[in-house]
């Protein structure tokens, strides 16, 4: 079994449009961002986990570690699951941020303001995940989690599900909060089941 967890909130997403992005290294978990780590502990404390894979952005992390405490599971660190730099050279608002954001869904190939464009983040995202696949059949009764973010989820729902990265990102664009079970529709996983955990007070999707 696979769990695709975003992280929990950090101090970013507390701005307005107009203030300036936290940098990653100093994006850390707002105080409700802790107490919905533990309540996602709380809610994997039935279930054995065998693996946990975070994102190494601050905010995936320490969501992770929470996790591993209560699990005493070690968290691998993998690159391939960080979101998109989105202040790669010079700090930008919240707006600004957003409007790169539209921009790079739209044109899933553009390196916009110097910002990884959305099809090398899909790119670095299968090449993560084809690997992956190969410890899943060689141990598929282990559950793992994922922890990381909105965007690598798409592209690892899309990776999955073999759907094209432009289709995949103006998909979830139009969903004020796309789930699991609005996509599935698109495309059948036959046997796979994914359960992608967006909102603590949604519980599983």
């Known amino acids: 079994m696979i769990y695709l967890i975003r992280h929990a909130e950090p101090l970013g997403e507390l701005l307005g449009p107009e203030d300036y992005l936290i940098p990653d290294e100093e994006n850390r978990l707002s105080e409700y961002g802790w107490q919905q780590a533990q309540q996602l502990a709380a809610m994997f404390s039935q279930i054995k986990i065998d693996e946990i894979y ?7 992390f320490q969501t992770a570690g929470v996790m591993a405490e209560n699990t005493g599971v070690s968290i691998q660190i993998i690159d391939h699951l960080a979101e998109r730099n989105f202040m790669p050279s010079s700090p930008i608002t919240l707006k600004q941020c957003q409007d790169i954001q539209l921009q790079g869904y739209w044109h899933t190939n553009a390196v916009i303001q110097g910002v990884e464009s ?41 990776v999955m599900m073999n759907i094209p990265v432009s289709a995949m990102s103006r998909y979830f664009f139009s969903c004020e909060c796309a789930h699991f079970m609005q996509i599935q529709p698109l495309r059948g996983l036959g046997e796979s089941v994914v359960y992608r955990i967006d909102r603590i007070n949604a519980g599983v999707i």
Not at 54 to 60: E, V
């Open 118 to 158: 959305v099809a090398a983040h899909r790119l670095r995202v299968a090449n993560w995940f084809s690997g992956l696949e190969a410890e899943i059949q060689n141990k598929p009764e282990y559950n793992r989690l994922i922890v990381c973010h909105g965007g690598t989820i798409e592209h690892i729902l899309g």
């Open 54 to 60: 975070s994102s190494p952005i601050l905010r995936a």
